[in-house]
């Protein structure tokens, strides 16, 4: 059971959500005022006639108070079991078709632009039947054309990952980090394998170890060779990127500027682009710099990076999920600043970029919640919003 805090926080929320005053839900459930107070201000758990009560003149239930937001629907999930199903026998491939290399190489490709540009449904559906192929293809090659597959494979598990971690299945991502950290050692290619280290912080954001996390990032970017080449240079600059917003998140400013002055020097040296299926360039450099400032929480660096967001703007031809990373970063920041008009803005560029995305996107529904909280739902489009995105 969640705590008396967070239970009261819900019960608010849904307050607000549903349009209605305080007195209104008492007198339609026959709770008192004062007790209203109390459990809204996590004074006091309500018991179980009471919360019953309070959910039914919210027009929800007791079991989603007690959950908080629900999963939206989507064909994402129906799928889950599919994936699960084509890498329980990643090493024991079963009979079946293999197109050529380059037909494979187009799919992964295509898997990776749904990836990026926030296409989780049709991702998912694409997935499972990639995988299995991949994984036979991989079973039966050898050499150069072994280690061409496994990168591959690589790709398309992290695609995969995308839909699992974002959709709340921590461990089927943890599996397929695994994986594919499996897949990039065949390929024997540093920056694949730093590829796999930088997705792996999922498994350390879920599991709430941030000190870790941004350890295994370290010694991943210390075991790259020199940056002699285009995609080693990325490699490094996306992992001292991904370093620099664990940091701030642990709120080190020391070791995030290390990082972001690491990757200044490395994403300079590349075009902004897809490598290895991380957005790399100078471009997502500067959207990084906002996230550290807003994970830092430090009001004179907030201040800056909301100015420097009125002067400048991510291009069209960034992959739709990192531009919304932005706005979404750029609304957290809005709203530690006290901008919550502004912030609300944000959060609605945001989901014009990329609606899949956003609507799966944590910090977005507690952005959102809290924003309904302040308004005491008198933003009709506000309330819709927060329905649209379940962050209640």
Same mark, same amino acid.
Not at 147 to 167: E, M, P, T
Not at 236 to 257: C, F, Y
Not at 267 to 288: C, F, K, N, R, W
């Given at each position: 059971?969640?705590?008396?805090v967070l239970?009261g926080?819900?019960?608010a929320?849904a307050?607000?959500l549903?349009?209605m005053?305080r007195?209104?839900?008492c007198?339609?459930?026959?709770?008192s005022l004062?007790?209203?107070?109390k459990?809204?201000?996590g004074e006091?758990?309500?018991?179980?006639?009471?919360?019953?009560?309070?959910a039914?003149a919210l027009?929800t239930?007791a079991g989603?108070l007690?959950?908080g937001?629900?999963?939206?629907?989507s064909r994402?999930?129906?799928?889950?079991?599919a994936?699960?199903?084509a890498?329980a026998?990643?090493d024991l491939?079963g009979?079946g078709?293999?197109?050529?290399?380059a037909?494979?190489?187009a799919a992964?490709?295509e898997l990776?632009?749904?990836?990026?540009?926030?296409?989780?449904g049709?991702?998912?559906?694409?997935?499972?039947g990639?995988l299995e192929e991949?994984c036979?293809?991989l079973?039966s090659a050898a050499?150069?054309?072994r280690q061409?597959i496994?990168?591959l494979l690589?790709l398309?598990?992290?695609a995969?990952d995308?839909?699992?971690?974002?959709?709340?299945?921590?461990d089927?991502?943890?599996r397929l980090?695994d994986?594919?950290?499996w897949?990039?050692g065949?390929?024997?290619?540093?920056a694949?394998?730093?590829s796999?280290?930088?997705?792996r912080?999922e498994?350390f954001f879920?599991?709430?170890?941030l000190g870790a996390?941004?350890r295994a990032?370290?010694?991943a970017?210390?075991?790259l060779?020199?940056p002699?080449?285009?995609?080693?240079?990325?490699?490094?600059a996306?992992?001292?990127? +991904?370093? $620099? #917003?664990?940091a701030?998140?642990l709120?080190d400013? *020391?070791?995030? !500027?290390?990082?972001?002055? @690491?990757?200044d020097?490395?994403?300079?040296?590349v075009?902004?682009s897809?490598?290895?299926?991380?957005a790399?360039?100078?471009d997502s450099?500067?959207i990084? +710099?906002l $996230? #550290?400032a807003v994970?830092?929480?430090?009001?004179? *660096?907030?201040a !800056?990076a909301?100015?420097? @967001?009125s002067?400048?703007?991510p291009?069209?031809?960034?992959p739709a999920?990192?531009r919304?990373?932005?706005?979404i970063d750029?609304?957290r920041?809005q709203?530690?600043?006290?901008?919550?008009e502004?912030?609300?803005?944000?959060?609605q560029?945001a !989901?014009?970029?990329?609606?899949?995305h956003?609507?799966e996107h944590?910090?977005v529904r507690?952005?959102?919640a809290t924003l309904l909280?302040?308004?005491r739902?008198?933003?009709e489009?506000?309330?819709?919003?927060?329905r649209?995105a379940?962050?209640v």
């Amino acid at each position: 059971m969640p705590s008396a805090v967070l239970l009261g926080y819900r019960i608010a929320t849904a307050r607000a959500l549903s349009g209605m005053t305080r007195a209104q839900v008492c007198e339609a459930s026959g709770v008192s005022l004062s007790m209203l107070r109390k459990v809204e201000g996590g004074e006091r758990s309500p018991s179980d006639a009471v919360l019953d009560a309070l959910a039914e003149a919210l027009g929800t239930t007791a079991g989603e108070l007690l959950g908080g937001p629900g999963r939206t629907d989507s064909r994402v999930h129906r799928m889950i079991p599919a994936i699960q199903s084509a890498i329980a026998v990643y090493d024991l491939p079963g009979d079946g078709p293999v197109r050529t290399a380059a037909a494979l190489e187009a799919a992964v490709d295509e898997l990776t632009q749904h990836r990026v540009q926030s296409r989780y449904g049709r991702l998912a559906e694409q997935a499972p039947g990639l995988l299995e192929e991949l994984c036979r293809a991989l079973d039966s090659a050898a050499g150069r054309q072994r280690q061409h597959i496994a990168r591959l494979l690589v790709l398309a598990l992290r695609a995969a990952d995308a839909v699992a971690y974002k959709y709340g299945y921590v461990d089927l991502s943890a599996r397929l980090v695994d994986l594919m950290r499996w897949a990039a050692g065949i390929t024997e290619d540093p920056a694949v394998l730093a590829s796999a280290a930088y997705v792996r912080t999922e498994v350390f954001f879920a599991s709430h170890q941030l000190g870790a996390g941004l350890r295994a990032l370290e010694v991943a970017a210390e075991a790259l060779p020199s940056p002699v080449t285009v995609p080693l240079a990325a490699a490094g600059a996306a992992l001292h990127m +991904r370093a $620099a #917003v664990v940091a701030g998140r642990l709120r080190d400013p *020391g070791h995030a !500027r290390t990082h972001l002055a @690491a990757a200044d020097r490395l994403a300079t040296q590349v075009p902004e682009s897809l490598y290895d299926g991380t957005a790399v360039g100078p471009d997502s450099l500067q959207i990084h +710099r906002l $996230a #550290v400032a807003v994970e830092l929480a430090d009001p004179a *660096g907030l201040a !800056r990076a909301v100015a420097e @967001a009125s002067r400048w703007a991510p291009l069209r031809t960034l992959p739709a999920e990192r531009r919304s990373h932005y706005y979404i970063d750029l609304g957290r920041a809005q709203m530690q600043l006290g901008r919550r008009e502004h912030a609300l803005e944000s959060l609605q560029v945001a !989901r014009r970029i990329a609606p899949q995305h956003v609507r799966e996107h944590g910090q977005v529904r507690a952005e959102l919640a809290t924003l309904l909280r302040l308004s005491r739902g008198r933003d009709e489009e506000l309330r819709a919003f927060c329905r649209w995105a379940r962050a209640v």
